[in-house]
Nanobody, 116 residues
Framework: QVQLVESGGGLVQPGGSLRLSCKAT????????MAWYRREERDLVATMPI????NYDHSVKGRLTISRDIAERTLFLQMNDLKPEDTAVYYC?????????????WGQGTQVTVSS
């Protein structure tokens, strides 16, 4: 069973930093495209293609950085210069890269609140 568990969210002042983590189990991590989404609508934040170049939403480019540790099966989102507009629940997402017939998997989310 595939399981994604996010952590690292919290309350931070504008301009502050957080690092989100997503630990995956039940999956060969290097065979999945990983991504971060946010809000109820699951708006795209950043994607990490296998062997590709990360993609970012224009609102976070230059401030947020996506990365992953294959050996530890963990996806990260380093969040710097946070703004109130970044306040949201952030969700980890995993999609098997070698078949379009398989459904993706979602984590439960971690709350990020940027406020004075």
């Amino acid at each position: 069973q595939v399981q994604l568990v996010e952590s690292g969210g919290g309350l931070v002042q504008p301009g502050g930093s957080l690092r989100l983590s997503c630990k995956a189990t039940g999956v060969d991590f290097d065979r999945y495209v990983m991504a971060w989404y946010r809000r109820e609508e699951r708006d795209l934040v950043a994607t990490m293609p296998i062997g590709g170049i990360p993609n970012y939403d224009h609102s976070v480019k230059g401030r947020l950085t996506i990365s992953r540790d294959i050996a530890e099966r963990t996806l990260f989102l380093q969040m710097n210069d946070l703004k109130p507009e970044d306040t949201a629940v952030y969700y980890c997402y995993a999609q098997y890269a070698f078949s379009s017939e398989r459904k993706g998997h979602w984590g439960q989310g971690t709350q990020v609140t940027v406020s004075s």
